[in-house]
């Protein structure tokens, strides 16, 4: 593996393996929870802690991200009796879980708490929604907004719509190669009894459905929905104290950014993200490139988000996303799945969060799909990825997560079985 | 002072501590488009920002740009979040390369101005003349008056040169 990039931005020799994801949870994913995102993050915190089988006592710090939309941190760890040594509730989305996860590891390091609780609880559909619609689409547009908003230009869709555009223009991506992305996490979909769309689609479906900001068809975006998710992580030496095999953490990037992140479209190629830079952060960190994945979470807030990240940390050269992502690698049963839950485009949208549960439950071999359970409560897999069958993935070893917040901005983390 | 405004019906506010956007808009309102030029590097940029993007020099001069370009990206919006652009549909959100500074200081750089395809009268563009612009096509700047001191740039296609194909999204 080349090293690329002319910056050493890690500590590889003191950190890489020393930390674990021991925990995960998360509520149901619904569109009208009924209940406040403290209830939510409540809930997902506490399974996650019943997963690893921790006590309110053994967690100390917390973290959470937001977009001015939840509940911060003091609330959810009052309601669960847990003493906190240290919390930050921090604003941001889609790529906030692997920068928070690089950040509890930091904080444990520097001896500011020893296990840390990191969440995101939103009604993502009946509250705030993510597309901005609502009162805050009337709102008055002053600051950076006389530059983008004024002009129809502020949806997650909107503001990404050139860089997905300018992909097709430079390397002739087609929408039926894109589509392929839907079309396969809308398969593992539906071997995931809790994700929220289980209907297998086509290619002619989602060429078929609406647009909503070309090159965009509606089932070329992500699904909202009300939800929360947590993990737990804290050092190796307490990771094996707990209820499950941990996944032990090889790599974070956290929020790396393009050339003039106020306006990334300033600095081409346009179509390069954030990722293109991030890479040379993960992989020499992790010891470990692409070749070496066996699982990918590459985030799909868009069907194009997915491909640009694949090709820009290396999975594949740059402009053979299109073929990447339409033949078969990504699918179950194929070189490397992506998204083996169904990820945003059809589980639930969690800003990136589940993607990390879902590695995490693959690395451990016990993905909650359809398979019946042993007599010893354990499931037994059958590798058979017909629809609603089993999600799991044999013998996975290594995972990569590839979390995103806009074209310039993006967050990775590389995971091991423990 | 503070600038107030109104476009489509939303409401606009440069505020009175956003000096560099009080000049840009002010400079637009006059039909006369500058950039902030570097007193140190000399490079222009976009959009009004502090300091500038490639070597943080504070100093700079209001510069007048040539507003004239080819598309570089665009996305054409079918259901609009804002209700103000509901009875526009479908209308293009234009990055616009200008020819002035293009490739500057690096190949991959551009001084890339956002806008929407409007007529040249300035309202936004009918679907049959969506449909004749895509990456590559050839725009003009114009200014749509916003309120009193302010306006906003936009693009219409520039009708006194020889228009290449567009680029377009392949499905209609």
Redesign the interface.
Request: charged share 10%; net charge negative.
């Given at each position: 593996m080349t090293v690329q990039g002319d910056f050493d931005a890690s500590t590889p020799r003191f950190l890489r393996d020393k930390y674990a994801i021991v925990g995960v949870g998360e509520t149901t994913y619904t569109r009208g929870s009924g209940r406040t995102t403290r209830a939510l993050g409540t809930w997902a915190v506490r399974n996650a802690m019943a997963d690893a089988g921790i006590k309110a006592s053994e967690i100390d710090g917390m973290l959470s991200y937001s977009n001015n939309d939840s509940t911060p941190s003091p609330l959810i760890a009052g309601d669960l009796g847990i003493r906190l040594n240290f919390y930050m509730d921090v604003y941001g989305g889609g790529s906030s879980t692997e920068a928070l996860i690089g950040i509890a590891i930091g904080v444990i390091e520097a001896g500011m708490c020893k296990t840390v609780a990191i969440f995101r609880a939103m009604n993502g559909f009946s509250q705030v929604r993510i597309g901005g619609t609502g009162a805050r689409a009337a709102a008055p547009i002053s600051g950076d907004g006389l530059h983008s908003r004024v002009y129809g230009w502020g949806s997650a869709g909107q503001s990404f719509s050139q860089s997905f555009m300018r992909h097709m223009y430079d390397y002739g991506t087609t929408p039926e190669q894109l589509a392929m992305v839907k079309v396969i996490h809308s398969e593992h979909a539906s071997n995931n009894p809790k994700a929220y769309y289980k209907q297998r689609v086509s290619v002619d479906d989602v060429l078929n459905s609406r647009f909503v900001v070309k090159p965009l068809h509606l089932l070329d975006c992500c699904v909202e929905t009300d939800n929360a998710t947590a993990i737990i992580v804290t050092g190796v030496e307490r990771a094996y104290d707990y209820r499950q095999t941990p996944a032990r953490i090889l790599s974070v990037a956290g929020r790396c950014c393009k050339p003039r992140i106020d306006m990334h479209y300033q600095h081409g190629p346009i179509s390069t993200v954030g990722g293109y830079y991030a890479k040379d952060i993960l992989w020499p960190n992790a010891g470990l490139g692409p070749e070496d994945i066996d699982l990918t979470g590459a985030y799909d807030a868009f069907t194009f988000t997915t491909m640009l990240q694949l090709e820009d940390y290396g999975f594949c050269t740059k402009g053979a996303g299109g073929d990447y992502v339409s033949n078969g690698t990504m699918r179950l049963g194929g070189r490397r799945p992506n998204n083996t839950s169904g990820g945003h485009l059809c589980e639930g949208y969690t800003h990136g969060m589940n993607m990390v549960i879902e590695n995490v439950r693959q690395l451990r071999g016990d993905v909650d799909d359809y398979c019946p359970a042993a007599p010893d409560g354990k499931r037994e897999h059958t590798f058979d990825y017909r629809e609603r069958g089993c999600r799991q993935v044999s013998n996975v070893g290594v995972t990569a997560n590839l979390g995103w917040a806009m074209p310039g901005t993006g967050s990775a983390m590389v995971m091991r079985k423990g | 002072m503070a600038l107030k405004g109104e476009?489509l019906g939303?409401?606009?506010?440069?505020?009175d501590l956003?000096l560099e956007?009080l000049e840009y808009?002010r400079y637009c309102a006059l039909r006369d488009f500058r950039l902030q030029s570097c007193k140190a590097c000399g490079l222009l940029?976009?959009?009004p920002?502090t300091a500038c993007?490639w070597c943080s020099g504070a100093d700079f001069e209001w510069t007048a740009v040539e507003g004239k370009g080819a598309v570089?990206?665009?996305?054409?919006?079918?259901?609009?979040?804002?209700?103000?652009?509901r009875p526009h549909l479908?209308?293009l959100?234009l990055?616009v390369d200008l020819d002035t500074q293009k490739g500057r200081p690096?190949t991959?750089?551009?001084?890339?101005i956002?806008?929407?395809l409007v007529t040249p009268e300035g309202t936004l563009a009918p679907p049959e003349l969506v449909l004749r612009v895509g990456?590559g096509s050839r725009v003009r700047m114009v200014f749509v008056e916003t309120g009193e001191g302010f306006a906003?740039p936009q693009w219409t296609l520039d009708e006194t040169v020889q228009q290449p194909a567009p680029?377009r999204?392949?499905?209609q």
């Open positions: - | 476009h939303m409401p606009l506010l440069v505020d956003d956007n808009f940029r976009y959009p920002g993007p570089h990206s665009y996305g054409e919006v079918h259901q609009a979040i804002q209700p103000a652009f479908p209308y959100i990055l690096t991959n750089e551009a001084l890339r956002v806008g929407n990456i906003i680029w999204y392949p499905q």
